[in-house]
């Protein structure tokens, strides 16, 4: 459970090749409008030329495409008003010149532009082919007219958000706030291929009040896209697929809007405001609280809630419960949950017993540290009882033994360390350990990318998996309780976090669990409104006998 969504300055845990592993040497080329770019640019340049074989070895100007549009005007000045409110000392969009960062020959060329975009004049197609270059990636704020000729062995990448719409430019990320899409695409496409030509993808949950916001939420993700597919290129020879971020498909309704319009600035003029007021009204009236219910199931239960037997847990007004999980233990019952007050906004691990009678017994501190705690995953190992919290404000994935179940437990291992890392969750399959974890880019959100490790114990060590991550979907990536297998088949609960963050609940069948393929499938929906005062439900899970689910009601 996350502390104002538990977004963390923490470095991803990298693929590395083994000793002695030789890879070919990829040459890459720079394709910008204009020599001076936001700091982002810069960062995923230098980012990519920090794997080993890689090397820049040309830059290519085209000049500024920008249209001056009275529609474009009106746009910066009502963004420059956003980044005063919302992104004031953001760095990623501090202006620098690119060519005086990197090293490497520049040179300008010519294009030819029309409505559908812009390409490289034949002077231009000449001189770009000549650079020889593996991969040319595109930094423009008006995309290249598709299909581009081919100037590269693997083509013309450019990183956009939404539908043909460049990360560089201050549009991106406005039509999907203008529209109320709870999602926003951010991916990596190919402008040497016909059609949209993406090859990697991933959705975001939209920020409601800031378009500059939604636009940078995207890029602390996206902007690692171009690394993540050149190593997948370096290690097998081809570009790899899109992470699994279509298990859900695109929205049907999901906006396309290339560039600002009046009547589109005034309708989302319009909403910003909406959204900004509607929500400091609702903290002015309301405090919302997670709570936690439970009930005793039978074998009619099968993947859902049997919500009319649910008895129902409520935490005092100064602090919330979430998180549940549900542990037997020598013929007793157990619910281990997070409980933060608000007053310290650091939470701790409580643990209340269940008794046959279904009547529950006094809430008790099972685990405290200095650091947010959260997610308390409970497993058993050779005997003995294991807790894995979620420790993602120390930076670090812990495990700890019981000493004398369920009060007393003992930091036993750090199995990873300088990670951003949530809701780890663990998965034994023929003597096989599974753990499934969200793991966050340096100031992206912690719910949109799952990661799967694999060990031989459940206290490691952990292997990444080659292509991580698995998921890179808002709605379906984090972890929402602990996995089940339910008539021979294995299902993976999740959370949906595009409306909101913990929403609804998504049971997804998984269908391959190996080294070189995960694929699951959602087959049921855990939505909130079971009771009208209910408005998200985001844990899910259960033991043999016991099943426990959270929700979010205001108080």
Known sequence: MPIAQKRREKKRVDYHPADGQSLPVVRLGVLLDERMQEQWVLDSLRRILSMPGTQLSAIA?????????????????LDGLDKQLRCRYERLFVLVDIVAGLAAPMFDIGVVSNSDGWCPDEAGLGTLR????????????IPPRRSLPPVSRLGVWGIEIGRNVSATSIWA??????????????????????????IYSSFSATVKNSVRRNRLNSLCKGMHFFRRLLESQKHNGATCRPAQAVTLSLPAQYPESREPTVSALARLSFRLISNVAANQLHLLRWRDQWQIAYYFKD???????????????????????????????????????????????KGRIMVMEVFENAEPGAAQVALERPYHLSYPFIFAWNGSMYMLPETAGNGTIEVFRSEAFPLRWRLHRVLLDNVSAFDTTLWEE????????????????????????????????????????????????????????SQ????????????????????????ALNDGDYRETTVRRIAPGWRKDI??????????HLRVIDYLVSR
């Open 61 to 77: 100007v085209t000049g500024s495409l920008c249209r001056k549009s009275f529609a474009t005007r009106l746009h910066r000045l």
């Open 130 to 141: 000549r650079c020889d270059v593996d991969v040319w990636l595109c930094f423009s704020a």
């Open 173 to 198: 990320g406005a039509a999907e706030v203008d529209a109320g899409s709870p999602v926003t695409l951010v991916g990596i496409v190919d402008y040497a291929k016909p059609g949209n030509g993406l």
């Open 299 to 345: 074998e009619s239960d099968k993947l859902g809630c049997r919500f009319e037997r649910m008895r129902y847990l409520i935490p005092p007004r100064d602090c919330f419960w979430a998180d549940p999980f549900a542990v037997e233990y020598q013929g007793r019952y157990f619910i281990f949950f997070e409980e933060l007050p608000y007053h310290t906004q």
């Open 430 to 485: 023929n003597g096989r350990w599974w753990m499934f974890v969200n793991i966050a880019e340096p100031g992206a959100d912690s719910c949109d990318e799952l990661h799967l490790y694999s060990s031989t114990t459940p206290l490691g060590p952990w292997t990444a998996r080659r292509g991580n991550p698995v998921i890179s979907d808002v709605r379906c990536a984090r972890s929402a309780g602990p996995l089940f297998m």
């Open 488 to 511: 021979g088949n294995l299902y993976r609960p999740s959370q949906d976090c595009s409306q909101d963050y913990g929403h609804s609940v998504l049971i997804n069948r998984v269908d």
């Open 535 to 544: 408005f998200r439900t985001h844990t899910f899970g259960g033991s043999k």
